[in-house]
């Protein structure tokens, strides 16, 4: 499968379908009339919003605050809508990467199709014909609303049981610290 590169998209979202405690969530990207979905783990996506962050606050502080990096989300970019429909899951994604294209100032995020026994030495964008690749080339601004609005998605699933804060079930929870096993 080729490399399926949005440079610049015009929405690049994580967003999940479903109920809490039984969502599947997704990378989209669309330009114009294309656009392309990839599945991950919740914990991907956490992750990929915590590194988006770390990476944005890193190009801030090497610059001394001269990168077009801004500190928070600019409010025309906040995107707190669905996405869009049908979501077809082009392939599962499986490793992913960041970089700072400092030459163009933006954001490069790609993400690669899990691949059978995923191999540990692998780099992202390997030259493998029958790998699929998300690329992504997002401005610094771009990438702190995908970041806030990833970390909103995940943070809306199941609420937290107030005594021990795992999930709560829609079929009920059988809370540890009433049972006496937490302290």
């Known amino acids: 499968m080729p490399v399926i590169s949005y440079d610049p998209p015009d929405r690049f979202v994580a967003g999940a379908v479903g ?3 039984d969502r599947a969530f ?9 656009v392309t979905s990839v599945g991950l783990e919740k914990f991907q996506v956490t992750l990929l919003a915590e590194r988006l962050e770390e990476l944005l606050d890193e190009v801030l502080r090497r610059s001394g605050g001269d990168a077009p990096v801004p500190a928070v989300t600019p409010s025309e970019l906040r995107d707190d809508g669905p996405l869009d ?16 294209d400092p030459d163009d ?11 059978e026994g995923e191999d540990e030495d692998a780099e992202v964008g390997d030259d493998d014909p029958a790998i ?10 771009q990438a702190r609303a995908f970041a806030e609005r990833a970390l ?8 937290p049981c107030p005594l021990c804060g795992l999930p709560l079930d829609t079929e009920g929870h059988v809370c540890p610290r009433q049972n ?4």
Do not use: C, D, H
Request: no cysteine.
């Open 19 to 21: 109920r809490p405690g």
């Open 180 to 183: 006496g096993y937490l302290g």
């Open 85 to 100: 429909q049908p979501v077809e899951e082009e392939f599962k994604v499986g490793t992913m990467a960041l970089a700072w």
């Open 26 to 34: 997704y990378l989209q990207a669309r330009s114009g009339r294309r």
């Open 132 to 141: 699929a690749v998300l690329r992504v080339r997002i401005s610094a601004a």
């Open 152 to 159: 909103k998605v995940v943070a809306a699933g199941r609420p």
């Open 105 to 115: 100032e933006q954001v490069v995020i790609e993400a690669q199709e899990v691949t």
